[in-house]
């Protein structure tokens, strides 16, 4: 069975400045993908970025970027240029690929981030 | 845009009720799911359903059922409430051929 883990229950960071989300999984899986997912205080959750293991180069969304560390099993978010808008919580998750003949499986998520944007 | 919606922000229900708990979405996706959360536990997967009247059991099902009797909606039933299943509930959906789950906005659900 897969484990994500997210060890830091709480951040904050100044607007405009850098912050970087840790997230840790444990998986005998070789290939699977990862996801930051964000929710904001309104409760709606969405996807923020992705990353499937066999890609080596880490992934980028505008302000949003992962580092993605497959030996030591890590993959962290960074956030740079922080707004106000990015106050939320942020869900770190794992998805196995799909079997042949099987759809998209289930997210296993970490217990999440809550993560504040000060002015 | 892909909408999921679902029938309650917020519930109050007493112990041994029988609760349902509604979510549909708009876009025509295969895949629907019913997930728990909760602090420090993040999110749970309950159930899931691949197709209509299809079910799969996640990883935390004891004390609830679920109902895909159409494409665009999944119920999930508590046949008997209990205090511990207080939470927050959160619906999602993505296409068969998708990784992407797009999310209801929760129901928060209180079992006194």
């Known amino acids: 069975a897969q484990t994500v883990t997210q060890s830091q229950p709480e951040m904050s960071v100044q607007e405009a400045e850098t912050v970087t989300l840790s997230c840790t999984y444990d998986?005998?899986?070789?290939?699977?993908?990862l996801f930051w997912y964000k929710q904001p205080p309104s409760r709606q959750m969405i996807l923020v970025i992705r990353?499937?293991?066999?890609?080596?180069q880490n992934a980028t969304e505008n302000r949003f970027s992962v580092n993605f560390q497959k030996a030591a099993k890590s993959f962290s978010l960074k956030i740079s240029d922080s707004q106000l808008g990015d106050t939320a919580m942020y869900f770190c998750?794992?998805?196995?690929?799909?079997?042949?003949?099987?759809?998209?499986?289930?997210?296993?998520f970490g217990q999440g981030t809550i993560l504040t944007v000060h002015p | 845009d892909v909408k999921v919606t679902q029938s309650s922000r917020y519930l109050v229900k007493r112990t041994g009720e029988k609760v349902f708990l509604e979510c549909v979405q708009d876009m025509d996706h295969e895949n629907m799911f019913w997930y728990r959360q909760d602090p420090g536990l993040g999110l749970r997967l309950i159930y899931f359903s691949y197709d209509v009247k299809m079910k799969e059991k996640g990883d935390i099902p004891e004390g609830y059922s679920v109902s895909r009797e159409k494409k665009e909606r999944f119920s999930l039933i508590l046949e008997s409430a209990s205090t511990n299943q207080t939470s927050m509930y959160l619906c999602a959906s993505s296409l068969w051929t998708s990784y992407e789950q797009y999310f209801g906005p929760g129901t928060r659900l209180t079992v006194t």
């Open positions: 998750a794992f998805m196995k690929p799909p079997a042949g003949g099987t759809s998209y499986g289930k997210l296993t």
């Open positions: 990353q499937e293991a066999y890609k080596q």
């Open positions: 998986t005998s899986e070789n290939n699977y993908y």
